[in-house]
């Protein structure tokens, strides 16, 4: 007999997955409370990484559907979700989104889904490339200075140099300097790349 299962992820502890339990429940999924896995992990992460999630990768069996409320529950992204959602179709188990109408994700419709969410996820992150790498062109056009500001000017970096040659520890220069001494330590690798 076919088991549902619930996996509900919040980011942060100040959030509690309460919420995407009733939600569960209120668009018809009856969900014994042992098969409801709740973490509290980023998004960032990819679901197979999640300990819960993993967990419950490991108790799913064929025939078995796991209820998310939306898509980001299952993984950081578009490609991460589908790889998810194949991996658990590969293995006889049912996703099903209640943010996308409580589709079967495994299912023909459900595939279309994806493959919609992914071509445009795909879309909007080669639009993302082409404006920054546009805006890159167009600062170095503009004679603009691309990256961070140094911490330390030539002059500072030479002082460093310096000091350091007459004894002043790394803590003692970043001390001064108001910076960290791996600035400092960059200052001295700055240094011989100027004497060069």
Known sequence: MARTFAYCRVSTVD??????????????????????????????????????????????????????T???????????????????SNSGVRVHCLALGGVDLTSAA???????????SEFERDLLIERTQAGLRRAKEEGKTLGRRPA??????????????????????????????AAIQRAEKKLQTLKD
Do not use: W, Y
């Open 152 to 181: 330390l000017s030539t002059k500072q970096v030479r002082e460093i140099g310096e000091r350091r040659a007459a004894g002043a520890s790394l803590g003692q220069l970043a001390e001064h300097f108001c910076v960290s001494r």
């Open 15 to 68: 959030q509690a997955t309460e919420n995407q339990i009733v939600e569960i429940e209120a668009a018809g999924f009856q969900v014994d409370p042992k098969r409801v896995i709740a973490e509290t992990i980023s998004g960032s992460v990819s679901a197979l990484k999640r300990p819960g999630f993993s967990r419950l990768v490991d108790r799913l069996e064929e025939g078995d559907v796991l209820i998310v």
């Open 110 to 120: 459900g595939k279309m889904t994806m493959g919609v969410i992914a071509a445009v």
């Open 70 to 88: 939306k898509l980001d529950r299952l993984g950081r992204n578009a490609m991460d979700v589908r790889a998810t959602v194949e991996l658990l």
